[in-house]
């Protein structure tokens, strides 16, 4: 029932830009924190952009400065600004949910949710 959906992903060159946005759906109550993580080939998978509810953010080291993160509550979305992208920027993107409560029937549950990822590629 609850579902992470991010469309935003696509083809850019090397100093463009893109945004990804992620929307999650279900009889949800809250989430703590929403993030972005990213894989490339050959690559174990890392943290990029996180935000809390209350709007604190922490970002990787590689996209300090380029990359934006926000976050709209009452729609439950969480999108990423991108800027000054880079060919190390090419990787499988993934958000995720944190501590998200939502409802099944009568009852209350917390766990993670994972988005189903989109492609990045960045071109010189």
């Known amino acids: 029932q609850v579902q992470l959906v991010e469309p935003g992903g696509g083809l850019v060159q090397a100093g463009g830009s893109l945004r990804l946005s992620c929307a999650a759906s279900g009889s949800i109550a809250s989430i703590n924190a929403m993030g972005w993580y990213r894989q490339a080939p050959g690559k174990q998978r890392e943290l990029v952009a996180i935000?809390?509810?209350?709007?604190?953010?922490n970002y990787a080291d590689s996209v300090k400065g380029r990359f934006t993160i926000s976050r709209d509550n009452a729609k439950n979305t969480v999108s990423l600004r991108m800027n000054s992208l880079k060919l190390e920027d090419t990787a499988v993107y993934y958000c995720?949910?944190?501590?998200?409560?939502?409802?099944?029937?009568?009852?209350?549950?917390?766990?993670?949710?994972w988005g189903q990822g989109t492609q990045v590629t960045v071109s010189s």
């Open positions: 995720k949910a944190d501590g998200l409560r939502y409802y099944s029937g009568d009852f209350r549950y917390t766990s993670d949710f």
């Open positions: 935000i809390s509810s209350a709007g604190s953010t």
